[in-house]
């Protein structure tokens, strides 16, 4: 149990367009969704609180206009990367949090994003 | 402010034991995780501890300590497949995951 899918896997594209990103947790129901950024060889970094039925809650340095999130149901949350430049290229990776203690995160298995 | 320390990389042989150490400070304290990441993919969820003590899951067991602030992952007979990223995370009083920078372990044959 407990899995989440993100889609799609792997994006590539071009400079000033939009992305946007899928998280589902396919099996359990998730108030609550995490956004993390990764760059290579370096640690997670969280972007954002994704709360079902709320708006989401940035992290500092983090351009909510920029990263727009969208946690429409209990088991969807997504991730608009807009107006995308080169370095906004990273791993982009969801969790879903169980709804109940000890409220551990499951992850999704990431987007890397490329943007030329 | 809230931190979480572990080391950056080690080093072991296959088929030793290696104990990756982890503090943290944090602001107010419901529990503590590991999580395995490889290259390129995302986090797996490994074990969790909010009371004193060794959690033993087959090769892997997880140790806490809340007076000291301390936890450690301990891996048994390690395999090649066992190198991996390991990141420790403490839960905070408003359940947010406060992450440690991940401690990237190398397996040597």
């Known amino acids: 149990g407990a899995v989440v899918s993100q889609h799609p896997s792997r994006v590539i594209c071009k400079s000033g367009t939009s992305v946007k990103i899928e998280c589902r947790s396919l099996d359990f129901q998730a108030t609550t969704m995490f956004w993390y950024r990764q760059f290579p060889k370096q640690s997670l970094m969280l972007m954002a609180t994704?709360?079902?039925?709320?708006?989401?809650?940035?992290e500092q340095g983090v351009e909510k206009d920029k990263f727009l999130i969208n946690h429409a149901s209990l088991t969807l949350s997504t991730l608009t990367v807009t107006s995308a430049h080169p370095e906004d290229s990273s791993f982009y990776i969801c969790?879903?949090?169980?709804?109940?203690?000890?409220?551990?995160?499951?992850f999704g298995p990431g987007t890397r994003l490329t943007v030329t | 402010g809230q931190n979480i320390d572990q080391p950056t990389e080690m080093t072991a042989t296959e088929g030793a034991i290696v104990q990756i150490n982890c503090t943290y400070q944090t602001s107010g304290f419901n529990g503590l995780f590991w999580y395995q990441q490889h290259a390129g993919e995302a986090p797996t969820f490994l074990s969790y501890?909010?009371l004193d003590g060794l959690e033993e899951k087959g090769r892997f067991s997880s140790f806490l300590s809340r007076s000291k602030g301390y936890s450690y992952l301990l891996l048994k007979e390690l395999q090649m497949k066992d190198s991996a990223s390991y990141l420790c995370a403490a839960l905070d009083s408003n359940y947010q995951l406060i992450w440690g920078a991940g401690t990237k372990l190398i397996i040597k044959p």
């Open positions: 501890n909010v």
């Open positions: 969790s879903a949090r169980l709804d109940r203690e000890p409220y551990e995160q499951y």
């Open positions: 994704s709360n079902e039925g709320s708006k989401a809650t940035y």
